[in-house]
């Protein structure tokens, strides 16, 4: 699994504050789940359904596993490439979790697909390697540095 890079715990743990720690009856997506990190703790504070995209192999198979050992039955696992999905995918969540690998262009291909994927209130996370703006139609709610990771919440403006 060259190159899974988990969001390291002190991000996960603010990125949670962020949210708020009880998300019940939530709907997530963790769109680039790699090793399952932000969706399983999506998963273990109340979310009702978190689908995970992941298409490589290996991390793919490690999440299978993972979520045997936790029986998640509110887990959608989706073994696809995370752009294919959002082009097909009708659902709309609440949260989506965007932690794509650093160095590729799939943030820039990903975030104009989200906009029809969240609902009125939902929120996207995203996970950069370097400083990253959103641009039109995404406001910052929230962001921060950890080291070498860059991460913000995005919500829709609607105004």
């Known amino acids: ?8 715990d002190r991000v996960r743990e603010t990125l949670f504050n962020w949210l708020g ?20 703790e999506a998963m273990s504070r109340g979310a009702s359904t978190v ?13 299978q596993q993972n979520s045997k050992k936790l029986a998640g039955t509110n887990l959608l696992l989706q073994h696809e490439d995370g752009l294919q999905f959002l082009r097909r ?8 979790f965007l932690d794509p690998p650093f160095n590729s262009d799939m943030l820039i291909q990903a975030l104009p697909l989200l906009a ?17 703006e959103a641009g039109t139609p995404w406001q910052v709610v929230k962001s921060a540095k950890a080291g070498k990771v860059y991460y913000q919440l995005l919500r829709q403006d609607i105004t």
């Open 1 to 8: 699994m060259d190159g899974l890079r988990p969001t390291p």
């Open 21 to 40: 720690q009880n998300l019940d009856g939530k709907c997530c997506l963790d769109l680039f789940a790699g090793s399952g990190a932000l969706g399983f």
């Open 51 to 63: 689908v995970m995209v992941e298409n490589n192999r290996a991390a793919f198979h490690a999440l």
């Open 89 to 96: 995918e009708q659902r709309r969540y609440d949260v989506i």
């Open 116 to 132: 029809s994927r969240l609902t009125e209130e939902g929120v996207v996370y995203v996970e950069t390697g370097t400083a990253f």
